[in-house]
């Protein structure tokens, strides 16, 4: 039987009663579908956003599933990682206040790797890059999880959803580095103008603006805070085409690994479609219109059903980079990139 991936777009929003409550709703139908326990402790899977950054998805769009939940006997709690780059997110006590200054308050918030990044679990795979991936400390003591993530562009892998939040957001430090492993960008001198914010931004002192900028292959380990950051564009992975199929295939990967053994749920919120991600500090414009949220219990399938709703918009077709982890995915056995797409009604 195909895959379901449940949509209400955003025309329906306000027939639920706003986006919070159009959450609940798709969760909700999961829930009845899947008669999955959810009593008991429960990780929900979250991006709290970069300091800086206004295009996350807010605290406040997770109410409804928060209330589902509960509804449901669980007791959820917010899990995330540190993150591989120099920023608010780092370090364990910094990425809890950040939580909270950006209003994620409603349940406890536990980071799922420890301090800085250095709790890990091996989860072992046998795949084509990983025998074993390390995944946050946290999360092996959980076989259920409800995976949010914010459908949008990604200066690395092209566009980050579900996989995404999977594969980066579930590692340890050291799984990150995994999967930038030989990511190391390039800085195009004609470019750039020696702001020096790139050299500021690197977590390990890899990148020399002198006379010709540039970066030690040596010590860079390819976090792509660099690229994002440049205001000028001037710094690029060396490749798109050497990336894709190496880093792509890391990242899908830990994907793999991230849910392996675990019953998930995926929702995505297909809105603030920008063309970078959410690790971001700054203020991103849109690239397409808002499509609306989707569930599903297949990673690749909601996935590839945002990727379909954009490619069916009339205009210029975005994120056309990265779509090859799907496909890999699928051989991975994660799921499947063929499904039904079921508009939901408003009660
Ligand atoms: S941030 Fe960009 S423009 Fe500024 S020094 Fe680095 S590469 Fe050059
Ligand atoms: S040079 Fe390498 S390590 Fe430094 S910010 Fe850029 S990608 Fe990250």
Redesign the pocket.
């Known amino acids: 039987m195909l895959e379901t991936v449940y949509f209400i777009p955003v025309e329906r929003f306000e027939g639920f009663g706003g986006v919070s409550a159009a959450a609940g709703a798709l969760l909700r139908r999961l829930l009845t579908d899947t008669a999955l326990d959810v009593r008991g402790e429960l990780p929900v899977k979250v991006h709290f956003g970069e300091k800086g950054n206004t295009t996350f998805i807010p605290a406040a769009y997770y109410d409804g599933l928060l209330d589902v939940l509960r509804a449901g006997g669980a007791e959820p709690f917010y899990i995330e990682t540190n993150v591989l ?1 120099r920023g608010q997110r780092t370090h364990r006590a910094d990425h809890e206040r950040l939580a909270v200054e950006h209003g994620f308050t409603q349940v406890p918030v536990r980071i799922a790797d420890g301090e800085s990044g250095e709790a890990y679990t091996e989860v072992e795979i046998n795949a084509k890059h990983f025998r074993k991936c390390k995944v946050g400390e946290l999360f092996s003591h959980y076989d259920r999880m409800l995976v949010v993530s914010h459908f949008k562009g990604h200066v690395l892998a092209g566009f980050g959803g579900a996989l995404k939040q999977l594969a980066m957001g579930c590692a340890a430090r050291g799984g990150k580095m995994d999967q930038h492993a030989r990511a ?2 390039l800085i195009l001198p004609w470019k750039c103008h020696k702001c020096h914010v ?1 050299e500021r ?4 002192g ?2 020399h603006i002198g006379a010709w900028p540039r ?1 030690s292959k040596t010590k ?8 994002a950051k440049c205001p000028h564009g001037a ?1 690029t992975p060396r490749s798109w085409n050497s990336l894709g199929g190496g880093f792509i295939e890391r990242l899908t990967e830990y994907a793999y690994a991230a849910q392996k053994g675990k019953r998930c749920l995926y929702l995505s919120f297909a809105l603030n479609l920008t063309w970078g991600c959410d690790c971001q500090g700054q203020t991103m414009r849109a690239v397409a219109p808002d499509l609306g949220i989707l569930a599903c219990t297949d990673p690749i399938a909601i996935d590839q059903a945002c990727l379909d709703l954009l490619d069916a918009r009339p205009g210029r077709r975005v994120y056309r980079r990265g779509r090859q982890a799907l496909a890999y995915g699928e051989k991975l056995g994660m799921g499947s990139r063929t499904y039904t797409l079921q508009r939901l009604d408003a009660p």
Request: aromatic share 4%.
């Open positions: 780059y190391v960008p790139c931004a690197c977590p390990v890899a990148i970066i860079c380990i390819g976090c792509a805070a660099c690229i710094v």
